[in-house]
T-cell receptor, first 115, second 112 residues
Framework: DTGVSQDPRHKITKRGQNVTFRCDPI?????LYWYRQTLGQGPEFLTYFQNEAQLEKSRLLSDRFSAERPKGSFSTLEIQRTEQGDSAMYLC?????????????FGPGTRLLVL | GNSVTQMEGPVTLSEEAFLTINCTYTATGYPSLFWYVQYPGEGLQLLLKATKADDKGSNKGFEATYRKETTSFHLEKGSVQVSDSAVYFCARLNSGNTPLVFGKGTRLSVIA
């Protein structure tokens, strides 16, 4: 198993453009999470899926953000009309839902810079 | 509210020094607690975890004990190495297994 992968690793875009990021979780993990990390801060939760169902969205996830996990495997995160404040590292994590204390495994992240 | 508080960094230590990074949490119920590490240019890696009171998580010489009475999960290592230089994040997961809540991270630099 190669772990959680994310693509692209880096993205530079101009303000107002749309961007899409992809996450491939560890195979057979049924939960997939998206987090955002800005400089000097810990990751902040954006949204998560159990299989193909989006179960929770943070208030950080404005209307310009949308995430999908159409077949319960990979997921995409799209940001429309990007703003400079969207510049951050976008992290994906996956886990296997068990009882107490499931472990989330993180990908390397996609670093977004909005000019 | 539900939060995780870590000691402010950066922390600079000499090789073989003793390390403590404090972490306290507030949460409803009985959360699971985690330490993740982020090496330069890499993603977050799980370092250790504990799922109930008095559990001790350990890995690579690091330890942390889940203290319910003080709502703490302090990270310790008896003798740090230069290769331990990284940012360390404390995190909690509520008993409903909702998303992780992270502290702000503590940057550790170990000098030879």
């Amino acid at each position: 198993d190669t772990g959680v992968s994310q693509d692209p690793r880096h993205k530079i875009t101009k303000r107002g453009q749309n961007v899409t990021f992809r996450c491939d979780p560890i195979s057979e993990h049924n939960r997939l999470y998206w987090y955002r990390q800005t400089l000097g801060q810990g990751p902040e939760f954006l949204t998560y899926f159990q299989n193909e169902a989006q179960l929770e969205k943070s208030r950080l996830l404005s209307d310009r953000f949308s995430a999908e996990r159409p077949k319960g495997s990979f997921s995409t995160l799209e940001i429309q009309r990007t703003e400079q404040g969207d510049s951050a590292m976008y992290l994906c994590a996956s886990s296997l839902a068990i009882g107490q204390g499931e472990t989330q495994y993180f990908g390397p992240g996609t670093r977004l810079l909005v000019l | 509210g539900n939060s995780v508080t870590q000691m402010e960094g950066p922390v600079t230590l000499s090789e073989e020094a003793f390390l403590t990074i404090n972490c306290t949490y507030t949460a409803t119920g009985y959360p699971s607690l985690f330490w993740y590490v982020q090496y330069p240019g890499e993603g977050l890696q799980l370092l250790l975890k504990a799922t109930k009171a008095d559990d001790k998580g350990s890995n690579k010489g690091f330890e942390a004990t889940y203290r319910k009475e003080t709502t703490s999960f302090h990270l310790e290592k008896g003798s740090v190495q230069v290769s331990d230089s990284a940012v360390y994040f404390c995190a909690r997961l509520n008993s409903g297994n909702t998303p992780l809540v992270f502290g702000k991270g503590t940057r550790l630099s170990v000098i030879a």
